[in-house]
């Protein structure tokens, strides 16, 4: 029996409204923006936590290509609308220049409950995501299936890095986003549950004495959907492409598939320390794909173009099977041509080397988010 697995995803973006011109970010947006597209993708364009934020989200779909179609509809929809009012949307994890201090967030009583929670902490969460859900019915599974996935959580981050920079400095990093979102509590990579109980146990505790509301309070990289029957990825910056965003989701997709397999066959992947994993997380931050990642097994770093063929011939029978092989061998390009926080840096220096400062170079890289949110799009 070869059946498919996992039979259903979905995909969730969110992006930042800039203004054309200045490429500042939008703090107030026009309230039209939204709601004219909230008429034209029903139930699929929602607020976010800032006012210059919006989120999109796929159906239920079955196919890696339905929800590529549904996301490019999507952002052409919001680059439409927010242009009638000179504004537009980059997918980046973070804005190049803004300043969080300046920013406003949505008026909706979950968001004023955040920042009367969480103070200073919230306030700075000038951060956008990519979150890929597949479906998985069974509790059980889902738990296992996290406990094994997380091994791989770095080798994601690191094809989708988009925030290099923050407050208008260039960090260093790769991935600035996941510096800012660590603050939060419940972040980062989720303990080694032995099973569903030991989970409820845990989600009860934090329930019963009053910490959290619900489990949407987890904001693990990957973590049990509190909405849907589903396994959710969430350690990927937004990718300012479409298809390297594809790529991402089909690699996340793959591992899921072929952890079940191993399952399936009574074998599984061996479940590392958090800590051993950590290492790998930091460098994903760090390098992206500058530099390669640890082997726990074979205790030694391995090259990404080593990692790369690695991924190919374990997954391309997955990648088949799920009509997605097209895209998980896009990670190559990505590799090849450098990720969007690559770009940002590429364009941010050559503006600097011919003259300008660094503010109108910061803008420069804005107008390329710009164009490069839509670039690839059907």
Known sequence: MNERFPKTLGIEEEYLLVDKDSGELAINPPEEILLECQR???????????????????????????????????RKTIAEVAGQHNLAPIAASTHPMARWKDQLHTPKARYATLVGELQGVARRMVICGMHVHVGVEDPELRIDLMNQVKYF???????????????????GLKSYRLTIFDNLPRTGLPETFSGYHDYLEYTETLKASGLVEDTSKLWWDVRPSSRFPTLEMRIADACTRLEDGMAVAALYLCLIGHLNDL??????????????????????????????????????????PRLIEEFEDLL??????????????????????GTSAHGQLRVYREAIAQGADE??????????????TVSDLD
């Open 263 to 304: 399952k399936r066959h009574n074998q599984r992947w061996r479940v590392y320390s958090s800590s051993l994993i950590k290492e790998n997380r930091w460098r994903a931050q760090r390098y992206g794909l500058d530099e390669g990642l640890v082997d726990l097994g074979q205790r030694q770093v391995k090259s990404w």
């Open 40 to 74: 034209r993708h029903e139930g699929q364009v929602s607020p976010e936590f800032l006012r210059s934020q919006i989120e999109v989200g796929t159906t239920i779909c079955t196919e890696l290509g339905e929800a590529y179609e549904q996301l490019a509809s999507l």
């Open 316 to 337: 391309s029978p997955q990648a088949e099977k799920l009509g997605c092989l097209t895209e998980l061998r896009h990670l190559r390009t990505i590799y090849n041509r």
């Open 153 to 171: 959580l770095p080798h994601i981050l690191s094809f989708s890095t988009s925030s290099p920079f923050w407050s208008g400095v260039d960090t």
């Open 359 to 372: 503010k109108e170079a910061l803008k420069e890289v804005i107008m390329w988010l710009i164009k490069e």
